[in-house]
């Protein structure tokens, strides 16, 4: 018994330590998602065990989130890895991992969920903060059907809303129609919901989408089939006058809108281009009057013009009846 008792207290003194030696802080990047998508988080882990730790399938140690659905229902995983590639935190050592948990957990349901990050090395877990993930389905502003050439599947495409930090968000879902797959899920930006969203697609199965990001501003966003952005421009217009027009060879053009242009004494800085004023007027607005006091006029020549006479005495007054 008092062996017991001596391993016990030892284990105790030795376990105060361990449970030290790491320490996992981590938060979302988004507290509300769209439904489908991505999940992205940022762990930051503090490696103060003396020996290096190495994320991966392989490794000594295993990054893996508790998804709950409900009080005690996990979230079925995928069965893809959470960290793809290796990563190795020497010893006394600070290294940020960011992770997708839309990759390895079905979350295929808007919901609230809870998260909670576990870290296992050597058998010992290390356990995050718990924080609430809402999941929303959106407001759907626009869905269309594409087919594909050469092939039977087809595309859903769908412009959904959501409010996101007291602000509307546009958001492009791309679906297959073959099987229901959500292929692509992105955030383009702030929404104005003054002007309706106008998607086209062009010859070459490339997906174009203008919405108003500004009072003053819009946004062209360039999805490939597949889901890919392939670029981003940006417009000053008038809501009445910007729009997307397809050419007689199946290319999509902006109308009605100045594009951004890239200013050439800083790379990379994009400026706006300067509007004509509404009211058009003359530049100028006449001659000023020469400074100084103004100038005397000379009297005029010829006969004088008759002075008016007082009377003398209220006797000399004219009288009207």
């Given at each position: 018994m008092k062996r017991l008792v001596i391993l016990l207290l030892f284990w105790a003194a030795s376990s105060g330590p361990v449970l030290a030696q790491i320490e996992l802080e981590w938060s979302l990047a988004n507290d509300r998602t769209l439904l489908m998508e991505p999940i992205k988080a940022t762990l930051t882990i503090a490696n103060y065990s003396g020996k290096s730790l190495s994320l991966g399938p392989h490794g000594n140690a295993r990054l893996r989130f508790d998804v709950e659905d409900q009080p005690t229902s996990l979230v079925r995983e995928t069965g893809r890895p959470l960290v793809a590639r290796p990563i190795v935190i020497p010893a006394g050592d600070t290294r940020e991992v960011e992770v997708n948990l839309l990759d390895a957990y079905r979350i295929v349901r808007g919901q609230t969920y809870m998260l909670c990050p576990l870290l296992e090395v050597d058998g010992t877990r290390f356990m995050g903060r718990r924080l609430a993930l809402e999941v929303q389905p959106g407001l759907e502003v626009l869905n269309r059907r594409y087919g594909m050439p050469d092939s039977r599947d087809g595309r859903v495409i769908s412009l959904r809303q959501m409010n996101r930090r007291r602000m509307d968000r546009l958001?492009?879902?791309?679906?297959?129609?073959?099987?229901?797959?959500?292929?692509?899920?992105?955030?383009?930006?702030?929404?104005?919901?003054?002007?309706?969203?106008?998607?086209?697609?062009?010859?070459?199965?490339?997906?174009?989408?203008?919405?108003?990001?500004?009072?003053?501003?819009?946004?062209?966003?360039?999805?490939?089939?597949?889901?890919?952005?392939?670029?981003?421009?940006?417009?000053?217009?008038?809501?009445?006058?910007?729009?997307?027009?397809?050419?007689?060879?199946?290319?999509?053009?902006?109308?009605?809108?100045?594009?951004?242009?890239?200013?050439?004494?800083?790379?990379?800085?994009?400026?706006?281009?300067?509007?004509?004023?509404?009211?058009?007027?003359?530049?100028?607005?006449?001659?000023?009057?020469?400074?100084?006091?103004?100038?005397?006029?000379?009297?005029?020549?010829?006969?004088?013009?008759?002075?008016?006479?007082?009377?003398?005495?209220?006797?000399?007054?004219?009288?009207?009846?």
């Open positions: 958001f492009f879902r791309l679906d297959s129609t073959a099987d229901g797959f959500c292929l692509a899920c992105y955030d383009l930006g702030r929404l104005i919901r003054f002007f309706v969203p106008r998607l086209e697609r062009d010859r070459d199965g490339v997906f174009h989408v203008l919405h108003q990001s500004a009072p003053d501003r819009f946004t062209l966003s360039r999805l490939d089939h597949e889901g890919t952005p392939l670029g981003v421009a940006f417009y000053i217009a008038e809501v009445g006058q910007i729009r997307l027009e397809r050419d007689s060879e199946g290319a999509v053009h902006v109308v009605g809108g100045t594009p951004f242009e890239e200013d050439p004494e800083r790379p990379g800085v994009l400026s706006a281009p300067s509007l004509p004023p509404a009211n058009p007027y003359t530049p100028t607005i006449g001659e000023l009057p020469p400074k100084g006091p103004a100038p005397t006029q000379p009297p005029a020549r010829g006969r004088a013009a008759p002075r008016a006479t007082t009377p003398a005495t209220p006797a000399q007054e004219p009288i009207s009846w």
